[in-house]
Nanobody
Framework: QLQPVESGGGLVQPGGSPRLSCVVSRFAFGYSFGWFRQAPGKEREAVSC??????????NYTDAVKGRFTISRDNPKNTVYLQMTSLKPEDAGTYYC?????????????????WGQGTQVTVSS
């Protein structure tokens, strides 16, 4: 199975700029990778998504993070990144990297088959 592994979370002050990483076993043709987050007591929500097509790619962002977060990928390293800037308290939560064997991005949790264990982002003071 494809097995995403997230890292980069931790304690961050408001306004900080952490970068999350998601390492996967392979970047298969036609796959898409998404970042989701879940705050305590709330449902998991989509944050961003990127496809892995050989001849270009698309990215998507939820309105809450547009202009502040950037998703990217490094194909030789089999890694997807989420660069977060101007961090807000409402950005806190567990961030999950997920993969689906489809070229189109999705905001639906059920559309993603492979999930990482999550990395915790805590926003202090």
């Amino acid at each position: 199975q494809l097995q995403p592994v997230e890292s980069g979370g931790g304690l961050v002050q408001p306004g900080g700029s952490p970068r999350l990483s998601c390492v996967v076993s392979r970047f298969a043709f036609g796959y898409s990778f998404g970042w989701f987050r879940q705050a305590p007591g709330k449902e998991r929500e989509a944050v961003s998504c990127i496809n892995t097509g050989a001849g270009g790619f698309r990215t998507n962002y939820t309105d809450a993070v547009k202009g502040r977060f950037t998703i990217s990928r490094d194909n030789p390293k089999n890694t997807v990144y989420l660069q977060m800037t101007s961090l807000k308290p409402e950005d806190a939560g567990t961030y999950y990297c997920a993969a689906r064997d489809n070229a189109f991005c999705s905001v639906n949790v059920a559309d993603f088959r492979f999930w990482g264990q999550g990395t915790q982002v805590t926003v202090s003071s």
